[in-house]
């Protein structure tokens, strides 16, 4: 008996080592054709380092500086286990954040599901995604667009929250007088954002 | 409950189901069963309890997934008016590895439970109690499957 199963697993070791990519790549495709694809994520390439990408059916959810990993693990907690990494789905979202980091984009086609966000949170954000390219606000201006003058702290909380940065540009957010503020993915990175947009100098 | 993303299972599982699917299924029926079964899975996914030993449970939608191609495999088949002493190795489509274990060819010849529990016991190292799991039979019936194939496959050596 011993003599079969030592064969067996000898010849196991000659088994393909590795699922055929083309395999992996229309697993995505018929789940998402299914219905089943409930999130896809990717991780891109960007001058301020690696983006973690994720998508719905509604369109981009997140977007994080965190590893790809890590919004894996959150979007599986707070909006489905069915969550899978499928570059070829978040096609557009790379190509548009690709033109904007080359100067080339100055808004967001992609839609954004907003599904992440409730209350005073969104509020603050959606009139954040109004502010154009090259142009500021403050965070007492959102706060009171939002509908709580007051909540100017708050309403740094909720940009710090923002679930999609650069596409809601939570960074075009300063402080009354000028000062840069926080971001959520440091001050380095909104300050190069600014400069790219030539809101501050080179 | 707190169910990991389903990636991570493609992550740990994809390889070792797929080459289960290449030993048991064959080569050519592998690629279907493969994204059968994981579809069937993420259907099931959001159901399942994060206690549950998700290993068995993707090996167990595997097994039988090997059992519907087989079964589907044998409706397709034409009847022929000479059945050959030895059945011929099925035809290989283009750029399919022929140079393909003999044994592999026997292990498909064993009852598809025979397989399944044959691979996942002597390959794997899969421990009794979830070997049963996976099988959807008791320890004892798991047992005895396993004991069955590989005495069946070395009957086929000695013959």
Redesign the interface.
């Known amino acids: 008996?011993n003599?079969?199963?030592e064969?067996?697993?000898r010849?196991?070791s000659?088994?393909?080592?590795?699922?055929?990519v083309a395999?992996?790549e229309?697993?995505a495709e018929?789940?998402a054709k299914?219905g089943?694809?409930d999130?896809a994520?990717a991780e891109l390439d960007s001058p301020i380092g690696p983006l973690a990408v994720a998508g719905t059916t509604r369109g981009l959810v997140r977007l994080s500086y965190a590893p790809a990993e890590e919004i894996?693990?959150e979007?599986?907690?707070k909006l489905?286990?069915?969550?899978?990494?499928s570059p070829a789905k978040l096609d557009d979202v790379r190509r548009e954040l690709d033109e904007y980091f080359e100067g080339k984009r100055t808004e967001f086609d992609v839609p954004v599901d907003w599904s992440l966000s409730r209350g005073f949170f969104r509020r603050v954000l959606e009139r954040t995604a109004r502010i154009r390219y090259g142009q500021v606000g403050t965070y007492a201006q959102v706060a009171k667009e939002a509908g709580s003058p007051r909540a100017v702290r708050a309403a740094g909380n909720a940009l710090n929250a923002n679930p999609v940065p650069i596409v809601v540009p939570c960074h075009r957010i300063l402080r009354t007088g000028g000062d840069l503020g926080g971001y959520g993915g440091g001050v380095d990175r909104k300050e190069f954002l600014l400069k790219l947009e030539g809101v501050i100098g080179v | 409950m707190?169910?990991?993303?389903?990636?991570?299972l493609?992550d740990a599982h994809?390889?070792e189901i797929?080459?289960f699917l290449?030993?048991t299924a064959g080569p050519v029926e592998a690629?279907d069963c493969?994204?059968e079964t994981?579809?069937s899975a993420?259907?099931a996914?959001?159901r399942v309890r994060s206690s549950q030993n998700l290993r068995a449970w993707l090996f167990r939608i595997a097994k039988n997934k090997a059992i519907d191609a087989h079964r589907a495999r044998g409706r397709r088949a034409v009847p022929v008016a000479d059945v050959p002493e030895t059945a011929a190795a099925p035809a290989a489509p283009g750029g399919f590895d022929i140079d393909?274990?003999e044994?592999?060819a026997a292990?498909r010849e064993l009852p598809p439970k025979q397989r399944a529990a044959?691979?996942c016991r002597?390959?794997l190292g899969i421990p009794y109690d979830e070997l049963a799991e996976l099988l959807e039979c008791s320890r004892d019936a798991a047992r005895r499957s396993v004991h069955e194939g590989?005495?069946r496959?070395?009957e086929e050596?000695t013959q």
């Open positions: 008996m003599e079969i199963e064969m067996l697993r010849d196991a000659r088994l393909p080592a590795e699922v055929p395999l992996h229309s697993l018929r789940a299914e089943l694809l999130v994520y894996a693990e979007l599986a907690v489905s286990p069915r969550v899978i990494r | 707190k169910l990991p993303p389903f990636q991570s493609l994809s390889g797929y080459r290449v030993a690629d493969f994204q994981w579809i993420m259907r996914y959001p393909e274990p044994l592999w292990v044959v691979y002597s390959v590989l005495k496959l070395r050596r």
